[in-house]
């Protein structure tokens, strides 16, 4: 082993070997290195690696515990640099985190960086948080992971894992760990939900109540949804200068975001949110009256229209608040006494739902609705609606086996098809 250096922190080393049995019931053996350490308070504690080197010498033959040799004694100096370049000595896994979440709010939007505060103040800090990060280990996130799936839903899990793990590869990136602690520990399994769409009866409903006052902006917040599939922040944000009613179109270019209680406007959630939909008829019938009567409050308030005015916000130019409209749609769903395909009363993301489901019952083609809900791609679209109308099933279904009856009613007649009088299964 090489001469120790004064400042070297990890000394030395020991092997550990053990056997482990791999997917095929063939049994192999893994390497491990334990480094022995003095903590701040001169303690001694270990620090353990599990080596890539795998298997076992045979014989007099010493050349797998070389290998695990020179790949720990490759670590242990590794460890040692670590600790002497690093001004952080001692620092934990939440103040790491809190300098990740900092540098990437210089990237992200507010809201998103709020979220990642919000992740390391109620779930990251108060347990695995207070853990030195060069001494967190796979088990120690497995924990966390455990821990928190008995209190918390499995998206609001898999939402801290999946940050904590961006945060752990960056530092394994940049040489601030030598493994990813974070390696080998799965989210939790979340339970596959149907959308809760509106079924027919319920979509006649809700196209009635809103042609009772159809330039109402919170009527036009409804139909843009249930007939176009926006999102309630890209209807907030919606402004005149992104619709154009001579080519009956409307473009997503803007949506509006939440920080802590205040709403800004912001871009679209992803690339693929940013696009051009075409209105159909009731829409373009609807925008129209909608926009002589916005013309029509400014001329009353004395101000001077503006195409930069939100379609759903006042004559002072301000945009209707996405939370006022989702409050708003509670109040008419309830007294429209809705209930979606789940058995649920339907929220107003589930009008969204209700458009995609609609859409791709109809026969239009998943990539088309991925592009007009303005998915990310069609797989999305595919997992969640291609399979949520039961009635879609029974009539693919009929289809199916309608095919296949001409098929044999076709090849009969050409003798490529016996027939027989009995099925096979008879005694």
Not at 2 to 26: M, N, W
Not at 121 to 150: N, Q, R
Not at 208 to 224: C, T
């Amino acid at each position: 082993m090489d001469t120790l250096l004064p400042a070297e922190t990890f000394a030395t080393y020991s092997l550990i070997k053990h056997d482990y049995v791999r997917k095929d019931g063939t049994t192999d053996y893994k390497w491990k290195a334990q480094y022995p350490y003095k903590d701040e308070n001169g303690k001694w504690k270990k620090k353990t690696v599990t080596l890539k080197t795998e298997g076992r010498d045979n014989g007099r033959s010493k050349q797998v515990e070389k290998a695990a040799n020179q790949e720990a004694e490759a670590i242990r100096q590794q460890l040692n640099e670590q600790t002497v370049k690093d001004p952080h000595s001692g620092e934990t896994v939440a103040e790491y985190f809190g300098k990740y979440v900092e540098e990437r709010a210089n990237s992200i939007e507010r809201s998103s960086a709020n979220e990642l505060r919000r992740i390391l103040k109620s779930y990251i800090a108060p347990s695995i948080g207070k853990i030195e990060l060069d001494e967190l280990t796979p088990d120690d996130v497995a924990a966390w992971v455990t821990k928190l799936g008995k209190k918390y839903s499995p998206a609001t899990v898999k939402k801290c894992l999946t940050n904590l793990r961006s945060a752990m590869r960056q530092a394994v990136d940049r040489d601030r760990l030598v493994k990813d602690p974070t390696r080998g520990v799965k989210n939790p399994k979340q339970a596959h939900r149907n959308p809760n769409a509106l079924d027919a009866k319920g979509r006649a409903k809700v196209a009635q109540f809103i042609a009772l006052d159809p330039d109402k902006p919170l009527n036009v917040g409804f139909a843009l949804a249930m007939y176009m599939g926006l999102r309630e922040g890209e209807i907030c944000g919606l402004t005149w200068k992104c619709v154009d009613l001579d080519e009956g179109t409307v473009s997503i270019e803007r949506t509006i975001g939440r920080d802590g209680s205040k709403w800004y406007v912001k871009e679209p959630k992803t690339g693929g949110s940013r696009r051009e939909l075409y209105a159909p008829s009731i829409i373009a019938d609807m925008l129209t009256a909608r926009l002589a009567n916005a013309k029509a409050e400014c001329l009353e308030l004395g101000v001077p229209f503006d195409e930069n005015m939100y379609v759903t916000g006042g004559a002072d130019g301000s945009f209707m608040q996405p939370h006022y409209l989702s409050h708003r749609w509670r109040i008419a769903a309830d007294a429209l006494e809705l209930i979606g395909t789940e058995g649920n009363r339907p929220t107003f993301h589930d009008l969204r739902h209700t458009f995609a489901t609609a859409a791709v019952t109809a026969g239009t083609d998943i990539k088309t609705v991925a592009s007009m809900m303005g998915h990310a791609n069609a797989a999305m679209t595919l997992n969640i609606y291609a399979s949520a109308d039961r009635e879609a099933k029974k009539r693919g279904a009929a289809v199916v086996e309608q095919a296949y009856m001409a098929d044999v009613a076709q090849h009969a007649k050409d003798g490529s098809v016996i027939e027989l009088n009995r099925t096979g299964t008879e005694d």
